[in-house]
């Protein structure tokens, strides 16, 4: 079936460590990905985006890489803060007719202070 | 402006019984659409709305149902709850039809026994 990721892997790192998130696709057409930070008993929250005529994004703290040879994007979190703390998903855009975003199963990560 | 709100925000029912979430989306977005969350299989797509139709549907029997009003509120229904139902059900708004940057409400977590 469709799937974007795998395992629900977590991520221990102490405060003002950076971080790498990585994430497998899985639609080599897929053309617009993104990632998004869930918090306990909260939505997922949208964090930041890349098309796939880029190969890089900068946003405040944040860096996503994409690298569409081996399907695979990485979310960077600089100066990590406890306040990060939760679980992160990548999601891809399938370029279908009616565009839907297909979700990973998330990486958790857990910020010591 | 205010967020996607979800409600209710948390139900308990039981099995054979059905259920109806509500969804109101962020002021001026027409697109609605749902997933199912759970521990096993993470967040999985139920249906996209916009101004009013279905314009693509997840792969979940057909007792999980939705629609759209004419003010872009959205509702789910399910019918003959089984155990396996109990799950976060995410509502989630953009502004285009595109599905892009979907902002995500707190969900409603539905428990069957």
């Known amino acids: 079936g469709e799937s974007v990721g795998l395992h629900l892997p977590t991520l221990s790192v102490q405060e003002g460590d950076n971080s790498i998130i990585n994430c497998a696709y899985s639609n080599s057409a897929s053309d617009y990905f993104i990632w998004y930070k869930q918090e306990s008993g909260k939505g997922p929250q949208f964090i930041i985006d890349?098309?796939?005529?880029?190969d890089k994004r900068q946003g405040q703290r944040v860096t996503v890489l994409l690298n569409k040879t081996v399907k695979h994007l990485s979310l960077q979190i600089a100066a990590t803060q406890p306040g990060d703390s939760a679980v992160y998903f990548c999601?891809?855009?399938?370029?279908?007719?009616?565009?839907?975003?297909?979700f990973g199963t998330g990486t958790r990560l857990l910020v010591s202070p | 402006k205010a967020g996607v709100t979800q409600t209710p925000r948390y139900l308990i029912k039981t099995r054979g019984q059905q259920v109806t979430l509500s969804c109101s989306p962020i002021s001026g977005h027409r697109s609605v659409s749902w997933y199912q969350q759970t521990p096993g299989q993470g967040l999985q797509f139920l249906f996209e709305y916009f101004s009013e139709t279905q314009r693509n549907k997840g792969n979940f029997p057909g007792r999980f149902s939705g629609r759209q009003f004419s003010n872009s509120r959205s509702e789910m229904n399910v019918s003959t709850l089984e155990l396996g139902d109990s799950a976060l059900y995410l509502c989630?708004?953009?502004?285009?039809?595109?599905?892009?940057?979907?902002?995500f409400g707190s969900g409603t977590q539905l428990s069957v026994l």
């Open positions: 999601a891809e855009i399938f370029p279908t007719g009616f565009q839907k975003l297909v």
């Open positions: 890349i098309r796939s005529n880029m």
């Open positions: 989630a708004s953009s502004l285009s039809a595109s599905n892009e940057k979907l902002f």
